[in-house]
Every structure is written in C-alpha cells, then in structure tokens.
C-alpha cells in the first residue's frame, strides 16, 4: 500500500481549506485518509503562523514508515525543518513563452525599421507643418459660427 501525506481540500467555493493527511494514494483527493496531521489555510498572510499548522511528530512517524509527501507538503516541510531542501531543476521557468518571443521579434523590427529610415522621419515634420499653418485659418471660422449663434 502506497502512502502519501497531501493536501484534502474543504472549505467552500473559493474560499479553500487544505488539511494535510496520510492516505492512501488510490483514495481521492478528498476521500478516504488514515490520519490528519495539519491544516493550510492559503487565505492568510505568508508571515501568518497559522498559514501552515502541522503535527510534527506525526508528520515524522508516516515518513519513517515510508509515506511519500506531495509536492506542496514537501516544501511546507522544508520550511519547517523536518525534511532537508531538494533540488528542483525546471530550466524553461525563466523563458518566456512562444507568443511572448514572436511579440520580442516583432518590437525588434519596428525599432530597427525607424531607425533605417531616419531621413524619411526628419522629412515627415516638414510636411505636417503645412496643415498646421491651415489650421489657424480655420479657427476663426469656428469662432465666428458660435459667436452668431450667440447672437440669435
């Protein structure tokens, strides 16, 4: 019989309450367990003491008799000391994903084509300039439209 020491899930709907127990590891998640040994409450602060209660003594019997611990227990075990650190190699954490590199490229290429084409961009001012100098033409029509509208 396999054992593991896991996370139960109770609480209600998104407000989670893990206990940590020794079960066999055919039962459901939330099924059938031998013994609880702790709780988790995610919902409070990482600085909170009550985050993570455990037994232990329990907790060091079921490892003595061979009880694996999931993932997530393990590591609450190596904050608490019980159990020495374990080396986690996951060398694709820090890369980004496909969208995010074709995104990279494409940033890339527009910053690389203005600055190719720097002539062009010290002409284009020039011909922005001639619509400003006709936009002041027009303001005084706009101006004078209220100002007979006021007067009616």
């Known amino acids: ?10 609480g209600s709907k998104k407000r ?4 940590i127990v020794a079960a066999d590891s055919r ?3 939330d099924g059938r367990f031998i013994e609880k040994l702790g709780t988790y409450n995610p919902l409070l602060p990482k600085d909170s003491e009550d985050r993570v209660k455990m037994d232990v003594e329990k ?10 611990p999931s993932d997530r227990v393990s590591r609450f075990l190596e904050a608490a000391g019980v159990v020495e650190k374990k ?7 820090a890369e980004p994903g496909q ?6 490229e494409e940033k890339a290429a527009k910053a690389a084509a203005p600055a190719e084409e720097a002539p062009v961009a010290e002409e284009a001012p020039a011909v922005e ?22 007067e009616k």
């Open 129 to 150: 300039e001639a619509p400003a100098e006709e936009a002041p033409a027009e303001e005084p029509v706009t101006e004078d439209a209220p100002a007979e509208d006021a």
């Open 87 to 93: 080396e986690r190699n996951n060398p694709k954490k």
């Open 99 to 104: 969208k995010a590199k074709d995104r990279a």
């Open 59 to 68: 907790v060091q019997a079921w490892l003595d008799k061979g009880a694996q």
């Open 16 to 19: 989670p309450h893990y206990s």
């Open 1 to 10: 019989m396999a054992m593991k020491i896991r996370l139960a899930r109770g």
């Open 27 to 29: 039962m459901p998640r």
